[in-house]
């Protein structure tokens, strides 16, 4: 399948390929191996290490947990991720906002700059604005390991990272 991610004017920020893996409560989980090309207005480039993709119902925001030595996990802030009609596309805005949380360490907020900067360049409207902060702030929360945070955060993402580590 191809996940297709834009930015606020429609240009692309990263498309790739992935395999459907399953579903669960959570939401539908991605797989993508290493060494797939990834396309990008700027160029493009092959993923370092394996990964999962979470593409949460009606959020916000994907979550993107990978393979030593990759980050433990990687959300996205963007629109609510949608789906053509026969499951195969998944498309989505990248809102700049990124949580990173390292292996081992503890979660952060990226990229504030780039997205202060295309607030301004792309126009986003306040209701944008005010969404993409909540949702940061959000998963700056759920987002802490083991007990401080929540699924699927926490542990879950670990069974689906098994089926392509």
């Not at 504030?112 to 969404?131: L, N, T």
């Amino acid at each position: 399948m191809l996940v297709d991610v834009r930015k606020y004017d429609g240009s692309l920020s990263a498309q790739w390929t992935a395999t459907r893996l399953g579903e669960d409560e959570h939401g539908v989980w991605l797989g993508t191996a290493k060494g797939v090309p990834v396309s990008s207005v700027t160029g493009g480039w092959t993923s370092r290490f394996a990964y999962v993709m979470l593409v949460p119902r009606g959020e916000w925001w994907t979550a993107t947990f990978c393979v030593d030595p990759g980050p433990e996990m990687y959300c996205d802030v963007c629109t609510v991720p949608e789906w053509n009609a026969a499951g195969t596309v998944l498309r989505t805005v990248d809102l700049d906002l990124d949580v990173v949380r390292p292996r081992g360490g503890k979660a952060r907020t990226e990229d504030e700059e780039e997205f202060a900067e295309h607030q301004v360049r792309y126009g986003y409207p306040d209701s944008v604005v005010g969404k993409a902060r909540q949702t940061c702030e959000w998963l700056m929360e759920a987002g802490h390991r083991d007990g401080d945070g929540v699924e699927p955060f926490v542990s879950v993402y670990r069974y689906w990272l098994s089926l392509i580590g």
